[in-house]
């Protein structure tokens, strides 16, 4: 895994010198990997950066806010956490939006606003390479057009730059390295939890994958291998 994080920082320029990166936590799997990955790789590449872990808590009963940040404490961090109402609102009878869909937004923003107040530059996430490809079909299915999270971003005119250090890395890598570490597993309160689009696209592409080892490969590839040519304009 370590392998492949550091050819997807040297590929797409992720991290540089002097660097503070904010790291967006959700509490899973990915997130934690992608902190723990960030945290040793600093002890031993000649780059120096700073890394600062953020949890936006929703707002759902039940929360783990207090374990998350027992968890980062362990791997040498504090934790800065920011309470909201997110989750809730966008479940309220009030939001005609997807649920998902709004509170991710309001999430980001707020993870791009404590991350401004950190004196922040960069925003981590755990995005994996089954994220990406995954996104690929959701937007072809639901939002007609072709496209995807990529590895690296610059927003709002080069002032902040997202990266997804975990980009070529498969999910089943990051489950076992997870385990393998004795990661806790939190409880996700969200009521929409394992019930989204998302699911059934991943449900859809496990069907392929065991059809054929070399699909999810072809298809990882071939969003870097675009013929336009042979697109419809």
Same mark, same amino acid.
């Given at each position: 895994?370590?392998?492949?994080?550091?050819?997807a920082?040297?590929r797409?320029g992720?991290i540089?010198?002097?660097?503070r990166?904010?790291?967006?936590?959700?509490?899973g799997k990915d997130? #934690?990997?992608?902190?723990?990955?960030?945290?040793?790789r600093q002890k031993?590449v000649?780059v120096?950066?700073?890394?600062f872990p953020?949890?936006?808590d929703?707002?759902?009963?039940?929360?783990?806010t207090?374990g998350?940040s027992d968890t980062?404490?362990?791997l040498g961090?504090a934790l800065?956490v920011?309470?909201?109402?997110?989750g809730?609102?966008?479940?309220?009878?009030e939001?005609? /939006?997807?649920?998902?869909?709004?509170?991710?937004?309001?999430?980001r923003?707020?993870?791009f606003?404590?991350?401004?107040?950190?004196g922040?530059?960069?925003?981590?996430?755990?995005?994996?390479?089954d994220?990406?490809?995954?996104?690929?079909?959701?937007?072809?299915?639901?939002?007609?057009?072709i496209s995807?999270?990529?590895?690296?971003? /610059? #927003?709002?005119?080069?002032?902040?730059?997202?990266?997804?250090p975990l980009?070529?890395?498969?999910?089943?890598s990051?489950r076992r390295f997870?385990?393998?570490q004795?990661?806790?597993?939190?409880d996700?309160?969200c009521?929409?939890?394992?019930?989204?689009?998302r699911s059934e696209? @991943?449900?859809m592409?496990?069907?392929?994958?065991r059809?054929?080892? @070399?699909?999810?490969g072809?298809?990882?590839?071939? $969003?870097?291998?675009v013929? $336009?040519?042979?697109?419809?304009?």
């Amino acid at each position: 895994m370590n392998s492949l994080v550091g050819k997807a920082i040297h590929r797409y320029g992720m991290i540089e010198d002097g660097d503070r990166i904010a790291l967006g936590l959700s509490g899973g799997k990915d997130s #934690l990997t992608l902190l723990w990955a960030l945290a040793e790789r600093q002890k031993r590449v000649p780059v120096h950066y700073e890394l600062f872990p953020i949890y936006v808590d929703p707002g759902f009963p039940g929360g783990f806010t207090d374990g998350l940040s027992d968890t980062c404490r362990h791997l040498g961090f504090a934790l800065t956490v920011d309470r909201t109402d997110h989750g809730i609102v966008a479940h309220s009878a009030e939001n005609r /939006e997807n649920p998902c869909f709004l509170c991710s937004r309001l999430r980001r923003k707020r993870l791009f606003e404590i991350a401004d107040g950190l004196g922040c530059t960069k925003l981590a996430l755990g995005h994996n390479k089954d994220d990406i490809i995954e996104t690929l079909f959701l937007n072809i299915c639901y939002a007609g057009e072709i496209s995807t999270m990529v590895p690296r971003q /610059e #927003l709002f005119n080069g002032r902040f730059t997202v990266i997804r250090p975990l980009a070529m890395v498969d999910e089943n890598s990051i489950r076992r390295f997870a385990k393998s570490q004795a990661f806790p597993l939190f409880d996700n309160p969200c009521p929409s939890a394992g019930d989204t689009k998302r699911s059934e696209i @991943k449900t859809m592409l496990d069907g392929l994958y065991r059809t054929n080892r @070399k699909i999810k490969g072809n298809i990882y590839r071939a $969003m870097s291998h675009v013929k $336009m040519d042979y697109l419809l304009k």
